[in-house]
């Protein structure tokens, strides 16, 4: 499957089925992992039996995804702790089900520890590294083996990791044949809070998050060695208040397919809204296609594009799905007087983007300005044609509508941040979607300072600003307005290239338009804009090859992914 969709696996048990799912994937610190367990085990679902679930839902995603391979042997790498027992509990689930599994004991574990027991009474075989010490035995297991579990350390680890753990780690990392690698909760050699990670750490194919995602997880350098995430289901009771008090999410494709608009068979144009574009300058003459050809490969129902008079006989016939509105302009920028414009076009527009491709001219930051403000600009009657471009019930002159909710995205951050008191005159609803330097602009920060503590940075401000921020980059977060945060789980070079910021704001602006709330369409806006990624890259074979417009061709595919796998 292209699209890296990460799951949810719940265990089976007589009191739950299949299906059965947390709306969002949490992510947690150690801390908040280590209280949410106690409190599971204070409400009566013991440590012990979290690691029975724990065990039995990895060994249920063993079999879901490589129990069709030509053989089925699964070796398990088991340290002392929690951790290697997940895995005992996983192999004698697998061995019960008819694979060949063979536990590694990277550390001793006590003699009389019953889930060793267990596993080898269920046929597992056992091989302690400290009767190994040439690493042959091992070997010769990850060549007969074709799943390989990492259970050696998880959350309880204190990097740097001790030399006969790392020892064995690098030999692995290092061998030719490795099967597919399985992390139990955490690639071993990983800090789960600070994203640290032991070079030695074995770069997993899946790894597989008991509960919740742990936090570590989403950093560098220990994202590099994740490969795809998904999360164990431990049918925790939901009333606990440890887990209610998570703020920080994971997003998947299962929660993004649940915020794309219906698609009525009776539906008009008009049933998909209309988006606003103002865009574009002489300087960047393409951002204003990439955004409505973004937005209208979302479904948007029509696009009508906002440009500098001068821009449009050069856009228009490269585009002939979009309508215009032209506006006065100072040597193909948007002039001051363009704010007056719109706000009189905008009365059927359920969305307004303003943004990519503006420049930086006084003039236009003046548009910016008087868009923003609800003052009249001074009031030069425009041109012939500004005004009159629409069927589409324009306002009285004079009256000055509310705006929609709004996407400001790139030099439009930049302009809109000299705005004295901006936050407060953004519409309801609105979505800012700056990159670290954009950030800076509207926060007074440092870059390396935003860099530093993205996540703290984007809901820090978004609440304050009461307004959605989507902080883009690797790895991109969506802050909501009450402090939420939403992670997309994607970093890919494919998206590092000009264009592809204003293919985002086009993407989120047609969700906004589809009446989609701002944290729905920024949440679900990033999440496919960066599979598309993914997926234009896979398609050309590199990421070095993905233009703006190649993201925007593989949407149909993302999309169609969401609807139907
Ligand atoms: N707690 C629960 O109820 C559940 C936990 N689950 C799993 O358990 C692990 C966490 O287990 P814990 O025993 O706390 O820690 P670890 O297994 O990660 O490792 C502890 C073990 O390792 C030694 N150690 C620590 N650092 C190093 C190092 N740098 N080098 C070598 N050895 C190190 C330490 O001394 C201990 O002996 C969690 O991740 C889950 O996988 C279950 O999921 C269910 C419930
Ligand atoms: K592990």
Redesign the pocket.
């Known amino acids: 499957m292209l699209i890296g969709r990460p799951a949810e696996y719940n265990f089976s048990s007589p009191e739950s089925g299949p299906g059965t799912k947390e709306a969002e994937m949490q992510v947690v610190s150690v801390e908040q992992?280590?209280a949410i367990?106690k409190e599971a085990?204070e409400r009566g679902v013991s440590?012990a039996e979290?690691?029975e679930?724990?065990g039995r839902g990895v060994a249920e995603v063993v079999v879901s995804e490589y129990g069709d391979e030509d053989w089925r042997v699964v070796t398990a790498l088991v340290?002392?702790?929690?951790?290697?027992?997940?895995a005992l509990v996983a192999l004698e689930t697998l061995a019960r089900s008819g694979w060949t599994a063979q536990a590694y004991l990277v550390?001793p574990r006590d003699e009389k520890d019953p889930l060793l027991e267990r596993a080898r009474t269920a046929g597992v075989l056992v091989m302690a590294a400290a009767q190994d010490k040439k690493l042959h035995g091992l070997q010769e297991w990850l060549e007969n083996s074709n799943v390989l579990l990492d259970?050696?350390?998880?959350?309880?680890?204190?990097?740097?990791?001790?030399e006969e753990?790392?020892a064995i780690l690098k030999y692995v990392s290092e061998a030719e044949t490795v099967p597919h690698v399985v992390a139990?909760?955490?690639p071993s050699g990983v800090d789960?809070n600070t994203g640290e990670a032991?070079a030695e750490t074995i770069p997993a194919e899946l790894t597989l998050c008991?509960?919740a995602v742990?936090q570590g997880l989403l950093r560098f350098p220990a994202f590099e060695k994740v490969g795809e995430l998904r999360v164990v289901n431990?049918e925790l009771p939901e009333k606990l208040a440890s887990l209610k008090k998570i703020d920080e999410f994971m997003v998947d494709g299962e929660q993004v397919a649940g915020y794309l608009p219906e698609r009525p068979m009776t539906a008009h144009k008009g049933t998909f809204g209309t988006l606003m574009i103002a865009a574009g300058s002489t300087y960047y003459i393409g951002a204003p296609l990439l955004a409505a050809r973004g937005a209208y490969r979302m479904g948007v129902g029509l696009v009508r594009l906002a440009v500098a008079a001068p821009l449009q006989a050069s856009l228009a016939g490269q585009f002939p799905e979009a309508t215009w509105l032209l506006l006065p302009d100072e040597m193909g920028m948007i002039a001051e007087g363009g704010a007056e414009v719109l706000r009189k076009n905008l009365s059927r527009v359920t969305a307004f983007l303003v943004g990519p491709g503006l420049g930086a001219e006084e003039t236009t930051a003046s548009f910016i300005k008087n868009l923003l403000t609800s003052a009249e600009t001074p009031h030069q009657a425009p041109s012939f044609g500004f005004l009159t471009s629409q069927e589409e019930g324009e306002v009285e002159s004079g009256e000055s509508p509310k705006l929609p909710p709004l996407v400001m995205d790139a030099d439009g951050l930049r302009l809109m941040a000299r705005v004295d008191g901006w936050p407060e005159l953004l519409p309801p609803g609105s979505v800012l979607t700056p990159h670290p330097g954009e950030m800076s602009a509207l926060t007074g920060l440092e870059v390396a300072e935003i860099q530093a503590n993205r996540q703290e940075v984007a809901c820090k401000f978004a609440k304050k600003w009461k307004t959605t921020v989507i902080l883009k980059g690797a790895l991109t977060v969506i802050a909501a307005e009450d402090g939420r945060a939403y992670i997309i789980p994607v970093a890919s070079a494919a998206l590092a290239k000009a264009g592809s910021g204003d293919v985002l704001a086009g993407i989120v602006a047609g969700l906004l338009a589809q009446g989609r709330p701002a944290l729905e369409a920024a949440v679900a806006g990033a999440w496919i804009h960066a599979q598309a990624g993914l997926e234009a890259a896979d398609q050309l074979g590199g990421t070095a090859p993905v233009l703006a417009s190649d993201v925007i061709e593989a949407i149909p595919r993302v999309l169609w992914a969401l609807r139907f796998e």
């Not at 340290?79 to 997940?86: K, P, V």
């Not at 259970?151 to 001790?162: E, R, S």
């Open positions: 992992m280590r367990e085990d440590f979290m690691m679930r724990a340290g002392s702790g929690n951790n290697g027992g997940d550390r259970g050696v350390l998880g959350t309880g680890i204190q990097l740097p990791l001790k753990i790392a139990i909760d955490c789960c032991a008991m509960q742990k431990l």
